[in-house]
């Protein structure tokens, strides 16, 4: 019999609609349930593509004793992390300050109130290094609650009273100058792993927005140490198990510090992100490595991960089924000498063998091997290991495929649509900007409602329940401002402003320029969360800062160029200390110190060649940040199209920067030495 989550949208709710605990979706209901019934409250907080989640939900919310005891004394609240990043983000925040660490499936326990007073991740069935089992943390919480509330309440208040005294206020602090970027550059520097690209141990990420950070910073300053990191570190990861040598696309991280085994599921945001990075990094120095990376990338979300309504799902799963009827981590990619020669033959299996790095003993588990590019000596004939690539690609494709996340987060897909756009326009491939304007166009007509406020997810072309928060506005707004300056549609400027008065009406505090996750008329929960610190993707506030920084730099609006300077405090702050962390906010922190740059290209029309010579020559500049705008003389489209003309009936490009402006110049040349000045 399915439980409330059947008339859930979310795919991770809907795996737990047959489990025969009596789940809820997050809400009032729940917690009137519990208060009319006297009893705690089971917050489970996880996501569709989660490993150990699949593995706890298997071994214990689908066990029929365990199902029973917790209908008998909780009331059991699933909440996917995905859809309720605000909810995730509050009590993952107690998690980390009760344990010190945190991760998903995150188990929290909560009064009827949803105070929390005690906390956990992945609990197995049974007792397992020195780790209680499911069923005796929930005999021992009912325990505590029926013999010893009191005590109970008083941690459960004191809890949130410290997490309300964490209010996070850097709006006084100044935008950061020279000094703080060159202190972060240099902190980097220390933590990079010279011997295996990246920065840190295993496990792994990839560092998307330190990269982005340190090719603006090489752009702006010519510091050759912050480049030679970028491109060394994307070229390890390019070789590397992490990135599908087959299909294309990046998994979510290394377990190791080689990248060679990959946590096999691959996300949206990871490979929008490493996608632009990939052509920003062929913008920089012409890597032929760089440019097949970039466009691999953005054609597996095509094919892959695009939805028939043209938005971008979330996420394809690390498990799938072996053929066997099991589902196993990474049974899709891996690949075995034997199965190698099934596919290829002998001959070709030894060569495949050493293209990709697979032994008889294996990378993985069971013999089994991750393909990757290792350095070898020796020379492989191109068309040889393309030819290769292909048949395995095709007999792959007739194994079971992973499952995949099928809501279309909007932040997610702002992401996609601005490395879309941008990778569409630098490589010539039209297919990938109809990509991003169709993406584009399912947020305007489905997320979008009359007042330009975002719903954070849809799926199958039905809108969600959940209002955007804050990376929503910041990262849509990001990717509807990279659509404006490919396309030459003003109409994306347009939504862009839209999304960025939303930012300073509702999610800045109006004192101190700070930001909060979630808007001032959103649900009320124990705290209004507020992370300024970038992980898996940017934060709402560094995304926020760079939407409002070019927005303005669009429009010349003096508000929304104050509330960016405002939010770029803390990277000040947090910059020179923890420069892994807040990696977006450096590079738009560079954007800030560089103008950034105003670039208006006027033709006759766009179709005109001179026109798109010097549009794609202003697109290809380097200068952080640069916003740039395209259309005819006197064209509306765009505030930065006002009064000016041809140059002498020609097409021309003008460059403004910091209240000053270059000459006008006709010439591809000259554009291009303003712009990497």
């Not at 009359?450 to 804050?470: F, P, Y």
Request: proline letters at 6%.
């Amino acid at each position: 019999m399915p439980n409330r989550l059947a008339h859930e949208t979310s795919p991770y709710l809907l795996q737990h609609a047959d489990n025969p605990v009596d789940w809820w979706p997050w809400s009032e209901e729940a917690f009137a349930e519990a208060r009319k019934r006297n009893m705690p409250v089971l917050l489970s907080i996880g996501y569709s593509s989660c490993h150990w989640c699949h593995v706890m939900a298997h071994e214990s919310f689908e066990d029929q004793e365990t199902a029973e005891y917790l209908n008998a004394h909780y009331v059991s609240v699933k909440v996917d992390r995905e859809e309720r990043p605000d909810v995730d983000a509050v009590y993952m925040e107690a998690v980390q300050a009760a344990t010190g660490q945190g991760g998903w499936p995150m188990t929290v326990f909560l009064t009827p109130d949803a105070e929390p007073f005690y906390f956990g991740t992945y609990f197995p069935p049974a007792p397992r290094q020195g780790m209680p089992s499911f069923r005796q943390v929930l005999q021992g919480v009912h325990q505590a609650w029926d013999e010893r509330r009191d005590e109970v309440t008083e941690v459960a208040g004191k809890i949130v009273r410290d997490l309300a005294g964490r209010e996070i206020s850097y709006g006084d602090a100044q935008t950061p100058g020279e000094e703080e970027l060159a202190q972060a550059l240099l902190g980097l520097t220390r933590e990079y792993d010279p011997q295996r690209g990246g920065f840190g141990g295993a496990p792994k990420f990839p560092p998307s927005m330190v990269l982005e950070f340190l090719l603006r910073h090489h752009a702006r300053t010519g510091a050759e140490g912050a480049l030679q990191m970028a491109g060394d570190t994307c070229e390890r990861m390019a070789r590397g198990g992490i990135y599908d040598q087959l299909g294309g696309g990046f998994a979510r991280y290394s377990v190791d510090r080689d990248w060679v085994v990959p946590h096999f599921e691959k996300m949206l945001y990871d490979n929008a992100l490493l996608c632009r990075v990939y052509a920003h990094l062929w913008r920089a120095t012409g890597s032929e490595l760089a440019r097949r990376v970039a466009l691999e990338t953005a054609d597996f979300m095509v094919r892959e991960l695009r939805t028939n309504e043209g938005g971008f799902a979330s996420a394809l799963d690390a498990d799938s089924d072996d053929g066997t009827g099991k589902h196993v981590e990474g049974a899709y990619y891996v690949w075995t000498p034997e199965q190698l020669r099934e596919v290829l033959g002998e001959q070709d299996a030894e060569l495949a063998a050493r293209h990709f790095g697979v032994t008889e003993e294996g990378t993985f588990e069971e013999g089994a091997s991750v393909l990757q590019l290792p350095v070898r000596d020796g020379f492989v004939d191109a068309g040889k290991a393309a030819s290769v690539r292909e048949r395995l690609l095709a007999a792959r494709s007739e194994r079971p495929a992973p499952g995949r996340d099928d809501k279309v987060v909007a932040a997610w897909n702002g992401l996609a649509i601005a490395a879309l756009a941008e990778t569409g326009a630098y490589f010539d491939r039209p297919d990938l900007v109809e990509a991003a304007v169709a993406a584009a166009d399912l947020l305007v007509r489905l997320h979008l409602d009359e007042q330009a406020r975002l719903t954070r997810t849809s799926k199958d072309g039905h809108a969600g329940a959940n209002a955007g928060v804050l990376e929503d506005y910041a990262d849509v707004a990001e990717g509807f401002l990279a659509l404006a300056s490919v396309t030459g549609e003003g109409v994306w400027l347009e939504f862009a402003g839209f999304l960025a008065d939303h930012v300073l009406a509702r999610f800045t505090d109006p004192e101190s320029g700070s930001l909060y996750d979630t808007a001032a008329d959103a649900e009320r929960l124990i705290r209004r969360p507020q992370d300024p610190t970038d992980n898996a993707a940017p934060s709402g506030w560094s995304a926020a800062a760079g939407a409002l920084l070019g927005y303005a730099a669009h429009t010349g609006s003096e508000p929304h160029r104050t509330a960016a300077e405002k939010a770029l405090g803390v990277v000040k702050a947090l910059g020179p200390r923890v420069p892994r962390f807040i990696g977006w906010g450096l590079a738009v922190a560079e954007a800030a110190l560089d103008g950034p740059r105003e670039v208006a290209v006027v033709g006759p029309s766009l179709d005109d060649e001179g026109t798109r010579s010097l549009h794609r020559t202003a697109l290809l500049g380097t200068a952080p940040g640069a916003v740039v705008a395209v259309g005819v003389p006197e064209s509306e489209e765009f505030p930065l199209l006002s009064g000016r003309p041809l140059v002498g009936g020609e097409p021309a490009a003008y460059v403004c920067r910091n209240f000053t402006c270059d000459a006008p110049t006709t010439e591809v040349e000259r554009l291009r030495a303003v712009l990497s000045d």
